[in-house]
């Protein structure tokens, strides 16, 4: 076995086959060498015959590690670096995301845009390495990048705080600290991506997809009533309240929520609820009912 000192960690070997380290993490996942356990990357037995290892650093933890000759590994040597991606192709590095969240993401981010044509690129998205693209089967608009953008550091870690993961801190050897995931104050209230403050994380994924969708949304919007309630969130366009429902509702809270649908019925108010079910799927299961109300994103 080579010493601790000459094993590589995945980024480090990564660089030694000059490819992007989010594209050799995927890989070495799909060769079934490694794969994710809570908020790290462990071996498998077919890693493990591969020559991978751990190291224990006091300041990064446990991380794998690779002897050095696997940069002449035919299956490590063959993969290609050049090739251009698109966000469908992006998909496999944020299995979570679908190719849309992740077209929403690059457009809030100012790299692209949408137009009745598809997704256009940008002056900035040009700037990293962006080129528009035509669908042969459809004609659509849209971008392909580079294939190292999946490491650039705010787009990482855009895309991952879409995907909810938890990345742990390590600086040169694997992925990237998560900044996102709605950050939690001392009171458990979370922050969305435009700086609305909620009081779950069920509202905090709401909040995102409804700034990503581009939809104007007000925060605890009190009703048209004399009595003081308040809907979740209050769409001006279409004059719609969304409503929240987590499993561990509190009995007051649940009491007040059952008051809030019986007042839209009764005032004939549009009003949408989510449930936390509803959470992994919001363009499905939200979409949906705002599309019912003319609403479109």
Known sequence: MEPADTRLSTTALAKKLD????QLFATLRDYGWIQRSGETWVLTPKGEFEGGTYHNSRRFGRYVVWPEHLEKHPLLAAIESNQRISAAAMCRYYPP????????????????????????????????GGQPAESD?????????????????????????????????????????DLFAAPVDGAGSR????????SSALQARVCNWLYLAQLAHACQR??????????????PAGSIYIDCW??????????????R????????????????????????TLGRRLLAFGIRY
């Open 246 to 259: 987590d499993d561990d509702t509190p009995a007051r809270e649940l009491s007040a929520r059952l008051h």
């Open 191 to 198: 922050t969305g991506i435009d700086g609305h403050t909620l």
């Open 97 to 128: 995301l679908h190719a849309r969240q992740i077209n929403r993401a690059l457009a809030e981010l100012g790299l692209q845009q949408h137009s009745m044509l598809g997704w256009q690129l940008t002056a900035f998205g040009k700037r990293l």
């Open 19 to 22: 490819i992007p380290a989010q």
């Open 137 to 177: 089967n459809s004609g659509a608009f849209y971008v392909t990048w580079p294939h190292e953008i999946i490491d650039h550091p705010v787009i990482h870690r855009e895309l991952t705080r879409q995907a909810d993961q938890v990345q742990p801190l390590a600086a040169a050897d694997e992925l990237a600290p």
């Open 222 to 235: 009190a009703l048209p009533t004399e009595e003081a309630f308040h809907a979740d969130f209050y769409l």
């Open 261 to 284: 649908r019986d007042l839209y019925r009764e005032l004939e108010l549009r009003h949408v609820e989510v449930n936390a079910a509803d959470a992994a799927r919001l363009d499905e």
